[in-house]
């Protein structure tokens, strides 16, 4: 819905207002990782998504990790997700993490994006994992999920170079 003004009737737009890239990329190898967000808001020019921004559920979004080439702004590859990622991009070595809405933690080959690894934490995330050493520690936090536990949540990870 980018092609003009918005009518004064709620049209869909996306992405909506917590739609985009909404949390930090990283960049390493000449690549820029870059974590979106895609959901969608009922709009119009009177700023109905501002006025009804509670009532929507990050959860009936999904996600995309989107690499491109750092100098040229290319298209490497892109990974779509079926929850929202709100959860930055965090490269160590050749693995790129993110986590989603729905408490996935992903690992990706910085490479080629193919999945290697994923797991599920006790809740949602809407938090940058960080690695540490040969730790990915990431914050489990959305509570939606039944007997969500919020938490810190650690993984031990293997870096090694494969050739």
């Known amino acids: 819905n980018d092609t003009g003004p918005l ?77 929202p990622d709100f959860g930055c991009a965090t490269v160590a070595k050749d693995v790129v993490f993110t986590s989603t809405y729905d408490g996935s933690v992903y690992a990706f080959a910085a490479g080629d994006g193919r999945q290697l690894w994923r797991a599920v934490a006790p809740a949602g995330i809407n938090a940058c994992p960080v690695v540490v050493g040969r730790r990915l520690y990431v914050a489990a936090g959305v509570p939606n999920r039944p007997h969500a536990a919020l938490e810190l949540v650690a993984y031990e990870v293997s870096l090694a170079r494969r050739k």
Do not use: I, M
């Open 7 to 83: 009518p004064r009737a709620r049209v869909s737009v996306c992405p909506g207002l917590l739609g985009g890239v909404e949390t930090p990329a990283a960049v390493a190898g000449g690549r820029v990782f870059v974590p979106v967000v895609d959901l969608c808001y009922r709009e119009n020019a009177t700023g109905a998504a501002a006025q009804s921004f509670q009532q929507v559920d990050p959860a009936s979004g999904a996600g995309r990790l989107v690499t491109l080439d750092l100098k040229t702004g290319r298209l490497l590859w892109q990974r779509r997700l079926p929850s």
